[in-house]
């Protein structure tokens, strides 16, 4: 939440333009899958309404609200087909005004989703744009010639699987969608198309917003007709038009979903005399451990090494200029603890030890809703448990190019997007407190064990070690602002960094495997200080040696040690 100006900080030394975003941590959350509260099984607004004191427990800024618009949810609303109604099944404009009003008493901003790359195929829009080359809208959306053979014009393959193209018989031209055939590209060259969505932006805007997460922003620029999808060579002057039109001056966070971002072009976004955006999410992380053939669906395992490699290089990148965003799961990824810690042995460790490494490194953190429980990945047994579209799709891909059945739920239990939108496990009651009715998509069964009360009673909970985190960013310069230096970088278990401001520094050494370790400590890091937060018992002095139990995690803080 933006302070009121009167209450704004003084610029500190450590960065040249701060902003009341670097110090805050974001949670977000997937409407379907978080509270219901009338019983019909689908998460909705008043059930937001009712956990905001626990997200107020827990210390987060901002809420990053998955779309709550109108949509055939054949991707779960990031198809629109109106961008200023709220879903029925999510609720009303009220119940929305209602959660923005209540948000504030508890000094929590919402953050909504900005998907604007393409709409439903059910929106007016392209309901008018449709069947006709002379529509008014027609120009809304991207069409071309089919191909002299009467295919389609080039062999552009849609994200979701199969073409990028449908064609249109009443018009004989083909339109394009990146991702499902019901979520046709907008047509972003069209000035009077860009204008309709600032319009819209502004709209949500006057009624209390603090920001954006914009989808898929990366893929607005696109120069179809040459092949280029994401980075396209208009990206950056939409963005800053974008800028010009709507939130420029309005003091909000806007975070871009960029896949292509690279710590060059992060510069371009989130660069601060650029008048774009605040700071983009990037995938390196993510995409450094998928198949080069199966992509997702065949992941290989996390290399500690490669991983350092990436945050260490982003880190550095983004020191002086820029912003980074700071994530390890979203409502498209595996679970955090699934993927990059220990779900079966060391749970409640690693997830301690991942928020730890993360949250202390430079840049705004989002936490996805569970992950402060250290919720798991799902695991279902049948391709009729899933609901992701994507994961329906590739299912029918790639089981009919012979992938045996099994081969492919194993991928998808471990990399699939439903593994993040199982509900919310509040309680080890029926549905795990989500729902009294039947929940659109299955419980995990773990939830006995893994719920929000039971961390909640429990003060050595992964719940409260994220709240610990959370505040020690509001109360310490070094965390927002300190120079990121990393050590050990070829240490394949161990991740070694220190942050220094001014002479206050913070030492952060992490295990990141299941075995007990003794890692030789790098000169600079040798220090005494006050331990500021660790999973295990606090060491209060990293020596010649650190003797490391499984996934363990030590941080030191200490003024004057480089002075
Ligand atoms: O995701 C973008 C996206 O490309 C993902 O679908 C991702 O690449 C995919 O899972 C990789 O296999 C955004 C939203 O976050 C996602 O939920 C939407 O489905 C998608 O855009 C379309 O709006
Ligand atoms: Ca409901």
Redesign the pocket.
Known sequence: MPPDQSQEDLPRPGHPDPQWWHKSSVYQIYPASFQDSNGDGIGDINGIILRLDYLQRLGIDLIWL?PIFASPMR??G??ISDYCAIAPQFGTLDDFDRLVAEAKKRDIGILLDL?V??TSDQHHWFIDALGSRNAKKRDFYVWRDPAPDGGAPNDLQS??GGPAWTYDKASGQYYLHQ?SAH?PDLNWENPDLRAAIYEMMNWWLDRNITGFRM??IDLIGKDIDHGICANGPHLHDYLREMHQKSFGGKNVLTVG?A?SATPKTALLYSGRNRGELSMVFQFEHVTRFWDKTY??WRPKPVDLVALKEVFNRWQNALADDGWNSLFWG????PRAVSRYGNDTHYRVQSAKMLATVLHLMKGTPFIFQGEELGMTNASFKDISEFRD??TLNMYQIHTKAGLADADFIAGANANG?DNARTPMQWSNGPNAGFTTGAPWIKTNPNYNEINAAACLTDKNSIFWHYKKLIGLRKSCPVIVYGRYQSFLDDHPQCFAYMRELNGECLAVIANFCADQISVEIPAAMRMRGDNLITNYQPVSAFGATLELAPYEVQVIYCINAMA
């Open positions: 998955s991707d779960n990031y198809d998907v790359n393409h994200i979701f991702f979520q989808d898929v979903e896949w992509g997702k979203n409502h498209d990824l579209v994507e997007r």
